[in-house]
């Protein structure tokens, strides 16, 4: 209690977790209107290798990458690591280790990887791309690899088609024609097993 029986304002003196990642170590947040920049230093499993004849890895600096996330209270996220440099002493090239949870391919986390899988057959690409923060072009990439991955566990040959660039198309859209070519239409009465899965799966009405 504080004086005249009223609780003094909270003052919380540090930011709590946000991004709940263990190996993710939080040393600021940045609120803004629009989005959160986390910044964050990370642990790493191993330090990287060079396969050079002649190794000899040090450390050299750090770098700071961008790195995009799900987002949080209404805002798009940011990651920002602080991601230690390493240089090799034998042939002078630069090494990174990877940082844990980012996706290889995509500057952006596996899960925000995995979001994009998951509302792709819901809202439309440049819906989700402005939501996060990144393009339209690279929600369609990340969907539709995803999709043609789905398709290829059905169909033994996948054909390019799906690659088409109905950039805002609703990515609904993309998957109907999918099925129509692959396992049949919608409307085709005779129930198709592969339709129905890929149904199932995309969680389509
Ligand atoms: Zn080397």
């Given at each position: 209690m504080g004086q005249g029986g009223r609780m003094p304002a909270a003052t919380p003196e540090k930011i709590p977790d946000m991004l709940n990642l263990l190996n993710l170590n939080q040393t600021a947040v940045v609120e803004g209107p629009e989005q959160y920049r986390v910044h964050v230093t990370a642990n790493y499993m191993s330090n990287p290798e060079c396969v050079c004849p002649l190794?000899?890895?040090?450390?050299?600096?750090?770098?700071?990458?961008?790195?995009?996330?799900?987002?949080?209270?209404?805002?798009?996220?940011?990651?920002?690591?602080?991601?230690?440099?390493?240089?090799?002493?034998?042939?002078?090239?630069?090494?990174?280790?990877?940082?844990?949870?980012?996706?290889?391919?995509?500057?952006?986390?596996?899960?925000?990887?995995?979001?994009?899988?998951?509302?792709?057959?819901?809202?439309?690409?440049?819906?989700?791309?402005?939501?996060?923060?990144?393009?339209?072009?690279?929600?369609?990439?990340?969907?539709?690899?995803?999709?043609?991955e789905q398709l290829a566990k059905l169909a033994p040959v996948t054909p390019e088609w799906l690659g088409i660039g109905a950039d805002d198309a609703p990515a609904n859209d993309i998957l109907e024609k999918a099925i129509e070519r692959d396992v049949g239409s919608f409307e085709d009465d005779q129930p198709a097993e592969g339709r129905e899965i890929l149904r199932v799966h995309f969680r389509l009405p």
């Amino acid at each position: 209690m504080g004086q005249g029986g009223r609780m003094p304002a909270a003052t919380p003196e540090k930011i709590p977790d946000m991004l709940n990642l263990l190996n993710l170590n939080q040393t600021a947040v940045v609120e803004g209107p629009e989005q959160y920049r986390v910044h964050v230093t990370a642990n790493y499993m191993s330090n990287p290798e060079c396969v050079c004849p002649l190794p000899k890895v040090v450390k050299n600096g750090t770098k700071e990458v961008l790195f995009m996330d799900t987002p949080m209270h209404g805002k798009k996220v940011g990651i920002l690591v602080a991601r230690q440099r390493f240089l090799c002493q034998g042939c002078r090239s630069t090494l990174y280790p990877d940082v844990p949870y980012m996706h290889e391919k995509h500057q952006m986390t596996n899960r925000l990887v995995a979001y994009i899988q998951r509302y792709g057959t819901e809202r439309t690409f440049s819906a989700i791309a402005n939501e996060i923060g990144i393009t339209s072009q690279t929600v369609s990439d990340i969907w539709n690899a995803y999709a043609r991955e789905q398709l290829a566990k059905l169909a033994p040959v996948t054909p390019e088609w799906l690659g088409i660039g109905a950039d805002d198309a609703p990515a609904n859209d993309i998957l109907e024609k999918a099925i129509e070519r692959d396992v049949g239409s919608f409307e085709d009465d005779q129930p198709a097993e592969g339709r129905e899965i890929l149904r199932v799966h995309f969680r389509l009405p």
